[in-house]
């Protein structure tokens, strides 16, 4: 308050230049909401909370993928063959309307045409589809299956 004051009375008597003046006003306003705010401290919001208690919650699959004991989309060979095995494996799954969207997103990764089926899956039924799906396709030459049933 006296801070004010003086600042008030410099003013009406000239003694402080405007620049200054806005200067010592800035200050006061950011020291006054600093004093009626105080600390302000991140707590963790809900949706973290929740998120580590539910199946969202995947730090363990991603430790293992990151580990390169498991393979991944990346590993995906990049020859003609495969590219194609993939491509006609993913169709033959989009085509079935009657599996999960977790199952039309399953991970399908092609090495010398052996598959590798990765990822969540509703049931036990659509993970021996999903397998039986891509032994069909002309090129196969073995499936590994590592699709997870969310519900045996």
Do not use: F, W, Y
Request: charge should be positive; hydrophobic fraction near 40%; aromatic fraction near 0%.
């Amino acid at each position: 308050m006296q801070i004010t004051k003086l600042c008030l009375n410099n003013l009406t008597r000239g003694k402080v230049a405007m620049p200054k003046l806005l200067s010592l006003i800035a200050l006061m306003l950011t020291a006054g909401l600093m004093l009626t705010t105080g600390s302000a401290r991140a707590e963790p919001s809900t949706s973290t909370m929740v998120a580590a208690n539910t199946e969202l919650e995947n730090t363990e699959r991603n430790v293992r993928d990151s580990s390169g004991a498991t393979l991944t989309p990346e590993d995906q060979k990049e020859t003609r063959r495969d590219v194609k095995i993939t491509k006609a494996i993913r169709k033959a799954i989009i085509k079935q309307k009657s599996l999960s969207v977790d199952a039309h997103n399953a991970k399908i990764i092609t090495r010398n045409g052996v598959v590798t089926l990765r990822g969540p899956v509703e049931n036990a039924d659509e993970k021996a589809k999903l397998q039986s799906l891509a032994e069909a396709i002309r090129g196969v030459k073995q499936v590994d299956n590592q699709l997870e049933a969310k519900n045996p």
